[in-house]
């Protein structure tokens, strides 16, 4: 097989999460450009009916399921979905999360500062249902149809920096005022994540349903100055991340290219986490 073979997914239909959401786009677009079909996973309707349209404009195959992914309903509708109009379901890639960074109203929210000595109990529920019960729900549905079909398929979880390390809080401090702290349902569920992986990809062991965590640094998302350079002093590269630099490690893992890899973590981050 040659490493452009490797990476092909022509015939092979993948599962976004998150899938209208900064980086859950570009997935959806490099799986399609490898020649998977998409499905277009999100809460937001017309958000993941755009990016679905957008693929198919270019001459993917895409198709649009807005999904709840915190009900077993919701989700069990989305493979009944998946199945009927694609046919069959080879990756799934669980990129939903809530992070309040995307949160236009999380001051009116009591997220941000995000102290944890009074951060509120229905945001941390409301995060754990959506980072690891949602992950969970979604998982079980979609690996599924992988067993059914020969018990083949890769799955690969969103997780993050700071699901390794704990946050340094310093990197929200703009002059002398501190605007924020990251909350502590981000570490904790994201940390979570990876126990997840780990758990699944020995669960799976002896089949080929394999199970690993893309762990991006910081994307540059329109992030004030202070913060990018905040961030930037902590990362080897000096800078943030471009929202398309995680496309290769996710095609890598998605694809055969990665045929001997389960239960691990590929951690793109500019080097934040080497020293």
Known sequence: MTIQEKFDLSGRVAVVTGGAGLLGAEF????????????????????????????TKSGYRALAVPTDITRPDSVNAL???????????DVLVNSAALD????????????????????????WSAALG???????????????????????GSII??????????????IYIKGRERVAFKPVYYTVT?????????YLAAYYAGTEIRVNALTPGGVFNNHEDYFVKNYSAKTILGR???????????????????SYMTGNNVVVDGGWTAW
């Open 100 to 123: 309040p960074k995307f949160d236009a109203d999380a001051l009116k929210k009591g997220i941000t500062p995000g102290a944890f000595e009074d951060y509120p109990l229905d945001q």
């Open 240 to 258: 943030m991340a471009k929202k398309d630099e995680m496309n290769g490690a996710l095609l890598f893992l998605a694809s055969d290219a990665s």
């Open 28 to 55: 959806c677009r490099t799986l399609a450009e490898a020649g998977a079909s998409v499905a277009v996973v999100d809460m937001n309707a017309s958000a993941s009916q755009a990016v679905a349209d957008t693929l």
């Open 130 to 152: 959506v980072n690891l019960t949602g992950m969970f729900l979604v998982t079980q549905a979609c690996v599924r149809p992988m067993i059914e079909r020969g018990k083949k």
């Open 79 to 89: 493979v009944e979905k998946v199945l009927a109009a694609l046919g069959r379901l």
């Open 157 to 170: 979880n969103i997780c993050s920096t700071y699901g390794l390390n704990g946050p340094d809080q310093r």
């Open 190 to 198: 994201k940390a979570g994540v990876m126990g997840f992986t780990k």
